[in-house]
């Protein structure tokens, strides 16, 4: 995988992520774990996926291919705009208006969206980010048919920005309500985030609700570490596979490494 060269674009591509996750949150039906307030990798950057607006279904699309924003409908109407760093106030506009000549009007608080400044927008490091994405997603797509149990779609957060995707044991934590899919199921979440407050640098990350201490005692692959600084999860620095001779593998041995861990541990306290 190249070295690192859109720190610069990620944020701005950010926002533009979470003007659409608000449509589709306004939009969308619910789904558990609010899936339906995250995106989709697509085959040129990310989308909604098709949202119902009856009688006729909608999408937004980041085609970071062509550097456009896309709408389309199910009734023929269709629009592209140029990405090129537009403010958040000005993305959400240009959004807003194309959706309401279709005569859909989402209800979004504009608050978070009011800064007029423009972004930084680098075509070159923007297309390489989306070439990342779709690397990693093809190979959690490889990981996510090795699992026998439930999974979620892999959804890109906008609020955060990561791309994840979680894995069920099919155990209730106890003393959650069960009705709280949120807090009920145990889950493991694995993911990819271009850098935050906790971590300012890519990383791939797995975490575990509940966290179970023993998980810790667990080798991790080269480069990879236990992180217990603001949340408690293994990570993978992005640059380790940069460099390594088999990325590929070593980013698979990290998430089978430690799926492989946190299963051997539910299955034997599922036996007490």
């Given at each position: 995988?190249?070295?690192v060269s ?8 950010q926002?533009y ?7 589709r949150?306004a ?5 558990k774990?609010?899936s339906h307030v995250s995106?989709?990798v697509?085959?040129t ?11 006729f ?6 085609d970071?291919v ?10 023929g109407?269709?629009e ?7 403010s958040?106030?000005a ?7 194309v959706l309401g ?9 504009p ?5 007029e400044r ?9 297309g390489?980010?989306?070439a990342v ?6 190979l959690?797509?490889q990981?996510?048919g ?5 999974t979620?779609p892999?959804q890109?957060w ?11 044991s ?6 959650q309500?069960p ?7 145990e889950?493991?979440n694995?993911g990819f ?13 797995i ?9 810790m ?6 480069a ?6 603001g949340f ?6 992005y640059?380790?596979?940069?460099t390594?001779e088999a990325?590929?593998q070593l980013?698979l ?5 430690v799926?492989?861990?946190?299963e051997?541990i539910?299955k ?5």
């Amino acid at each position: 995988m190249p070295p690192v060269s859109w720190g610069a674009s990620w944020p701005t591509l950010q926002v533009y992520a979470q003007v659409l996750g608000k449509v589709r949150r306004a939009l969308a039906p619910r789904q558990k774990h609010w899936s339906h307030v995250s995106l989709r990798v697509s085959t040129t950057g990310l989308t909604t996926s098709p949202m119902p607006h009856p009688p006729f279904l909608v999408e937004l699309a980041l085609d970071l291919v062509a550097h456009e924003w896309v709408y389309q409908s199910s009734k023929g109407t269709a629009e592209r705009r140029p990405l090129g760093g537009q403010s958040p106030a000005a993305f959400l506009a240009e959004v807003t208006a194309v959706l309401g000549r279709d005569g859909l009007h989402p209800e979004i608080d504009p608050a978070p969206f009011h800064d007029e400044r423009v972004g930084v927008y680098d075509q070159a490091a923007v297309g390489e980010f989306a070439a990342v994405l779709r690397q990693i997603y093809m190979l959690m797509s490889q990981f996510k048919g090795e699992l026998r149990g439930e999974t979620s779609p892999i959804q890109m957060w906008p609020h955060h920005f990561d791309l994840a995707m979680l894995a069920f044991s099919g155990r209730l934590v106890e003393g959650q309500d069960p009705a709280n899919e949120e807090y009920a199921d145990e889950q493991m979440n694995f993911g990819f985030a271009p850098a935050d407050a906790s971590i300012p640098e890519p990383y791939f990350y797995i975490t575990a609700y509940p966290f179970q201490p023993q998980l810790m005692e667990t080798p991790l692959p080269t480069a990879a570490y236990w992180h217990t600084a603001g949340f408690t999860g293994a990570i993978l620095p992005y640059a380790a596979l940069t460099t390594a001779e088999a990325p590929d593998q070593l980013l698979l041995g990290f998430w089978r490494t430690v799926y492989g861990a946190w299963e051997k541990i539910v299955k034997s306290e599922s036996k007490r």
